[in-house]
């Protein structure tokens, strides 16, 4: 059974990408997967070379025809999102995709197309396979890219036989954020003290419970303030989540990234990177004992 | 004169930028928090809240005694929001964007659109500034029905300050769409430089004048100034890593109550922006 561990953090900016990166760098036999589609950064430091890139197509746009269009109107009174200009022409980006107007268009002056809007890479790295995409500027459907990401870590982690994947998820609570949950093994928040990091893992633990994936908090540059840092562990502990691991501020992570290079490869003696190899002793732990459940039941499947 | 407050990457410094800007104005200023997944500004502007306003988008509702199972709503929905099985039709309101095509196509006119709460749209005042945020409930799927919805309240007799949300894709250019201008915030950092370039490329498609703050200015390399240069992104601000920044930061308070020196040159700062605004005004008329 592969495990997928995901790490968001609400607040983007707390060291999300740069722990996983770190974390990738201490596990061996285990897929990356940038589901940040819409600011995929993992790959600045992994600097993957790609084997495979394919085209993503998310949804379809309206594209009207003009030779066709009586200019009646009815389209500009069915779209919701006010995409159709005066001249019948369409506002690519305001188009939602719905295809509402293409299909009731008196004279069929309307094509409804397939419309590439990104693209996803299979690539090989320093520390194993890895998957990721980019979405275009200003597009749509980033919650179906983060789906086809996992989707094709998932496929690639079974045909290798690996046994785990970790996935770096998109800020907020949104949309991709959802899409980058859903049926995970277990999520990791990155947070910070801070009145926004605690706020901001607040509703993030709220989305765990909602879908019901169990939850555990890092503590980033907890050295910061740690009378909030205090506060985390409070919140983090009301809402039944262990706290794994605190990692404190280290300006050799900012040096580590221009470099384009995990902490390790940075520094491996320092203080921060034995904090992160507990960190990740801590959740290999809970991603085990989890797994022993399933295994059984997985074992009983292929029996 | 709107402006919209972005970066691409998340954890740069907008909402710092956003409320210390709107309070130094110390003038009539509306200040909207759009990052409604994560909305922060409240925790640093500390608002009287005086209302609160449920928001919320039709989906559709299926009378099954009127419904013939024809499939037309199924097939006119191209978010998998609305599926026929047998003699039972499914709907699935977190998929749904109120598009309106299941209802206007049904030919028994069996399907109403019913209002579903995705979020809430807080109003207040503090001092000077106009305040209002959305906030997505939590397990909403759609944030930029909501982000439209808060700037409806956008308010024409004062500045408008939009606190956008991180990223490219749809809830940025909700948040960023018909504003003046967008000042994006970024950091000196590989990360920074990345998702910058993307933010100015949206920006681009938008067809709106921009500007940069370059925070914790001192951290990092120099490429960020470069690329600005290159793509003539002016940079209208450099704050450098100050401890007493990111402690003022930790705890909610806006850093200009600590380093009052910093008003003058949010001040200029918003001056610059308006000229800015006004010369690409007259160029254009």
Same mark, same amino acid.
């Given at each position: 059974?592969?495990?997928?561990?995901?790490?968001?953090?609400?607040?983007?900016?707390?060291?999300?990408?740069?722990?996983?990166?770190?974390?990738?760098?201490?596990?061996?036999?285990?897929?990356?997967?940038?589901?940040?589609?819409?600011?995929?950064?993992?790959?600045?430091?992994?600097?993957?070379?790609?084997?495979?890139?394919?085209?993503?197509?998310?949804?379809?746009?309206?594209?009207?025809?003009?030779?066709?269009?009586?200019?009646?109107?009815?389209?500009?009174?069915?779209?919701?999102?006010?995409?159709?200009?005066?001249?019948?022409?369409?506002?690519?980006?305001?188009?939602?995709?719905?295809?509402?107007?293409?299909?009731?268009?008196?004279?069929?002056?309307?094509?409804?197309?397939?419309?590439?809007?990104?693209?996803?890479?299979?690539?090989?790295?320093?520390?194993?396979?890895?998957?990721?995409?980019?979405?275009?500027?200003?597009?749509?459907?980033?919650?179906?890219?983060?789906?086809?990401?996992?989707?094709?870590?998932?496929?690639?982690?079974?045909?290798?036989?690996?046994?785990?994947?970790?996935?770096?998820?998109?800020?907020?609570?949104?949309?991709?954020?959802?899409?980058?949950?859903?049926?995970?093994?277990?999520?990791?928040?990155?947070?910070?003290?801070?009145?926004?990091?605690?706020?901001?893992?607040?509703?993030?633990?709220?989305?765990?419970?909602?879908?019901?994936?169990?939850?555990?908090?890092?503590? $980033?540059?907890?050295?910061? $303030?740690?009378?909030?840092?205090?506060?985390?562990?409070?919140?983090?502990?009301?809402?039944?989540?262990?706290?794994?691991?605190?990692?404190?501020?280290?300006?050799?992570?900012?040096?580590?990234?221009?470099?384009?290079?995990?902490?390790?490869?940075?520094?491996?003696?320092?203080?921060?990177?034995?904090?992160?190899?507990?960190?990740?002793?801590?959740?290999?732990?809970?991603?085990?004992?989890?797994?022993?459940?399933?295994?059984?039941?997985?074992?009983?499947?292929?029996? | 004169?709107?402006?919209?407050?972005?970066?691409?990457?998340?954890?740069?410094?907008?909402?710092?930028?956003?409320?210390?800007?709107?309070?130094?104005?110390?003038?009539?200023?509306?200040?909207?928090?759009?990052?409604?997944?994560?909305?922060?500004?409240?925790?640093?502007?500390?608002?009287?809240?005086?209302?609160?306003?449920?928001?919320?988008?039709?989906?559709?509702?299926?009378?099954?005694?009127?419904?013939?199972?024809?499939?037309?709503?199924?097939?006119?929905?191209?978010?998998?929001?609305?599926?026929?099985?047998?003699?039972?039709?499914?709907?699935?309101?977190?998929?749904?964007?109120?598009?309106?095509?299941?209802?206007?196509?049904?030919?028994?006119?069996?399907?109403?659109?019913?209002?579903?709460?995705?979020?809430?749209?807080?109003?207040?005042?503090?001092?000077?500034?106009?305040?209002?945020?959305?906030?997505?409930?939590?397990?909403?799927?759609?944030?930029?029905?909501?982000?439209?919805?808060?700037?409806?309240?956008?308010?024409?007799?004062?500045?408008?300050?939009?606190?956008?949300?991180?990223?490219?894709?749809?809830?940025?250019?909700?948040?960023?769409?018909?504003?003046?201008?967008?000042?994006?915030?970024?950091?000196?950092?590989?990360?920074?430089?990345?998702?910058?370039?993307?933010?100015?490329?949206?920006?681009?498609?938008?067809?709106?004048?921009?500007?940069?703050?370059?925070?914790?200015?001192?951290?990092?390399?120099?490429?960020?100034?470069?690329?600005?240069?290159?793509?003539?992104?002016?940079?209208?601000?450099?704050? /450098?890593?100050?401890?007493?920044?990111?402690?003022?930061?930790?705890?909610?308070? /806006?850093?200009?109550?600590?380093?009052?020196?910093?008003?003058?040159?949010?001040?200029?700062?918003?001056?610059?922006?308006?000229?800015?605004?006004?010369?690409?005004?007259?160029?254009?008329?």
């Amino acid at each position: 059974m592969v495990k997928e561990l995901v790490v968001i953090s609400g607040k983007g900016g707390t060291g999300k990408t740069t722990l996983m990166a770190a974390l990738s760098a201490l596990s061996n036999d285990k897929i990356m997967c940038d589901a940040d589609v819409d600011a995929a950064d993992l790959h600045l430091i992994m600097n993957p070379a790609i084997i495979s890139t394919h085209d993503f197509q998310g949804g379809r746009i309206a594209v009207s025809k003009k030779e066709l269009c009586t200019e009646c109107g009815y389209c500009r009174e069915l779209c919701k999102w006010h995409a159709i200009r005066d001249d019948f022409t369409i506002d690519e980006i305001a188009c939602e995709g719905c295809g509402v107007c293409a299909y009731l268009c008196p004279e069929k002056a309307i094509d409804f197309p397939l419309k590439t809007c990104g693209q996803w890479f299979e690539s090989d790295t320093r520390f194993g396979p890895m998957i990721h995409a980019s979405l275009g500027v200003a597009e749509e459907n980033s919650g179906k890219l983060v789906a086809q990401v996992r989707k094709e870590a998932k496929r690639i982690a079974e045909v290798k036989g690996f046994d785990l994947i970790i996935t770096d998820g998109p800020p907020g609570v949104g949309c991709p954020v959802i899409a980058s949950m859903s049926g995970a093994t277990a999520i990791l928040i990155v947070s910070e003290p801070t009145v926004s990091g605690i706020h901001d893992m607040g509703r993030v633990l709220e989305l765990c419970r909602h879908f019901q994936i169990p939850a555990m908090v890092c503590i $980033n540059k907890f050295d910061l $303030n740690e009378t909030m840092s205090s506060k985390i562990e409070e919140k983090a502990k009301v809402m039944n989540a262990p706290v794994v691991g605190k990692i404190p501020f280290d300006s050799d992570f900012t040096k580590a990234m221009v470099k384009g290079q995990t902490l390790f490869e940075y520094n491996q003696a320092s203080k921060t990177s034995r904090g992160i190899e507990m960190l990740w002793q801590h959740i290999r732990e809970r991603l085990e004992t989890s797994r022993g459940k399933q295994n059984i039941i997985f074992k009983e499947i292929i029996k | 004169m709107i402006v919209s407050i972005a970066s691409g990457k998340g954890g740069t410094g907008k909402t710092t930028i956003a409320t210390n800007l709107a309070i130094s104005l110390e003038r009539d200023v509306q200040l909207m928090d759009c990052d409604v997944e994560e909305p922060n500004a409240h925790l640093f502007i500390y608002p009287e809240i005086e209302k609160s306003l449920a928001v919320s988008v039709l989906v559709p509702k299926v009378d099954l005694k009127k419904c013939n199972f024809c499939k037309k709503c199924m097939d006119i929905c191209q978010f998998n929001a609305i599926t026929v099985v047998k003699s039972n039709v499914l709907t699935f309101p977190l998929l749904c964007h109120s598009c309106d095509g299941c209802r206007i196509v049904c030919p028994e006119q069996a399907i109403d659109m019913t209002e579903r709460e995705i979020g809430m749209i807080d109003m207040g005042r503090k001092d000077h500034m106009v305040f209002l945020n959305g906030r997505l409930n939590i397990g909403e799927a759609m944030a930029p029905p909501l982000i439209r919805s808060v700037k409806t309240h956008i308010r024409k007799d004062m500045p408008v300050i939009i606190d956008a949300p991180p990223g490219t894709s749809c809830p940025v250019i909700a948040a960023m769409k018909d504003t003046d201008f967008v000042l994006l915030v970024t950091e000196p950092t590989p990360f920074g430089l990345h998702d910058l370039k993307l933010a100015v490329s949206a920006i681009k498609i938008l067809d709106i004048p921009c500007g940069l703050v370059i925070n914790r200015s001192d951290i990092g390399d120099d490429k960020v100034r470069a690329f600005a240069d290159q793509e003539g992104v002016p940079i209208l601000m450099e704050i /450098p890593f100050d401890r007493r920044i990111a402690e003022s930061y930790a705890i909610g308070e /806006p850093f200009v109550n600590r380093m009052p020196e910093w008003k003058s040159k949010f001040v200029q700062l918003y001056k610059d922006i308006e000229t800015k605004v006004n010369g690409r005004e007259k160029k254009g008329a």
